[in-house]
Nanobody, 122 residues
Framework: QVQLVESGGGLVQPGGSLRLSCAAS????????MGWYRQAPGKQRELVAA???????TYADSVKGRFTISRDNAKNTVYLQMNSLKPEDTAVYYC????????????????WGQGTQVTVSS
């Protein structure tokens, strides 16, 4: 049974940095494509970044050049390094994934972890 535990969120000033972690269990993590998603109040959940099992990465235009996704298969963990944070990055951040490729839409997933809150404010 899959379990995803996100951590590392917090309150940060604009221009600051945070590193999020997502520990996965119950899956063969090394063959999974993993993604970081976020949901701001009143908005739909959106994909922020994704990493395939072969370490190829993709990013939403809104975070390109500021966020970096990475993974450690030995620790079954995926990370999101967030730099130059902006108030519009404020959201609850979640991770999720599937074998080979992430699912086309966030609603395609049956399970989500608790997420981690990121608040960017002065």
């Amino acid at each position: 049974q899959v379990q995803l535990v996100e951590s590392g969120g917090g309150l940060v000033q604009p221009g600051g940095s945070l590193r999020l972690s997502c520990a996965a269990s119950g899956i063969r993590f090394s063959i999974y494509a993993m993604g970081w998603y976020r949901q701001a109040p009143g908005k739909q959940r959106e994909l922020v970044a994704a990493i395939l099992s072969g370490d190829r990465t993709t990013y939403a235009d809104s975070v390109k050049g500021r966020f970096t996704i990475s993974r450690d298969n030995a620790k079954n963990t995926v990370y999101l390094q967030m730099n130059s944070l902006k108030p519009e990055d404020t959201a609850v951040y979640y991770c999720n994934g599937d074998r080979v490729a992430i699912r086309p839409r966030p609603d395609d997933y049956d399970y989500w972890g608790q997420g981690t809150q990121v608040t960017v404010s002065s």
